[in-house]
Nanobody
């Protein structure tokens, strides 16, 4: 069973930065797709950023220019660098990784990000 463990969340003031990490228990060199999603209280889970195996990235309009998704294959870790944080970025952030086109993605347990105004 593959495990994804997120870390790096916390409380930060508006304008600050955080880097989320997602450590996988399986080699990520051959992943098909990875992504970060978030869910704020009372809202549906939404896409934040994704990256394909070929390195193509996609970002929600609300985070473009502020967030960056990346990976370190040697560490089997996926990252989300978040800059210029806003109170509306407050949510539980989840990482998601799929190793093949047909397989269901694996999800982490989530990490809380709270941005104070």
């Amino acid at each position: 069973q593959v495990q994804l463990v997120e870390s790096g969340g916390g409380l930060v003031q508006a304008g600050g930065s955080l880097t989320l990490s997602c450590a996988a228990s399986k080699d990520i060199n051959s992943i098909n797709r990875m992504g970060w999603y978030r869910q704020a209280p009372g809202k549906q889970r939404e896409l934040v950023a994704t990256m394909t195996s070929g390195g193509r990235t996609n970002y929600a309009d609300s985070v473009k220019g502020r967030f960056t998704i990346s990976r370190d294959n040697a560490k089997n870790t996926v990252y989300l660098q978040m800059n210029s944080l806003k109170p509306e970025d407050t949510a539980v952030y989840y990482c998601s990784v799929s190793w093949t086109v047909v397989s269901d993605p694996y999800w982490g347990q989530g990490t809380q990000v709270t941005v104070s105004s």
